[in-house]
């Protein structure tokens, strides 16, 4: 199993910025693809980046050249900076990573999902 433990969500003025980190423990196989969703009350989760084992990044467009997806793979840890955000920013945000067992069989894990509000 892989467990993801998220920090770094809070309470941020629009314009500012903000860096969540999620952390990855337990696996004995390899963690892929790391991401970052997002979900506002009243819709779905959406993909906001994600991060490729070998650092091939994607982003939603909506924060396209504000946010940055990175990863320590010395730290099994994925990053997400934040910057010049905005009131549609605000959200819960879910670590989510794909990951192989020692059988190399595919599986998934979530954050538990750190809150991040964007307000004046």
């Known amino acids: 199993q892989v467990q993801l433990v998220e920090s770094g969500g809070g309470l941020v003025q629009p314009g500012g910025s903000l860096r969540l980190s999620c952390a990855a423990s337990?696996?004995?196989?390899?963690?892929?693809?790391m991401a970052w969703y997002r979900q506002a009350p009243g819709k779905q989760r959406e993909l906001v980046a994600s991060?490729?084992?070998?650092?091939?990044?994607n982003y939603a467009d909506s924060v396209k050249g504000r946010f940055t997806i990175s990863r320590d793979n010395a730290k099994n840890t994925v990053y997400l900076q934040m910057s010049s955000l905005k009131p549609e920013d605000t959200a819960v945000y879910y670590c989510h990573s794909t990951w192989t067992d020692v059988l190399e069989l595919l599986h998934d894990s979530w954050g538990q999902g750190t809150q991040v509000t964007v307000s004046s």
């Open positions: 337990g696996s004995k196989g390899n963690i892929n693809t």
């Open positions: 991060i490729a084992s070998r650092g091939t990044t």
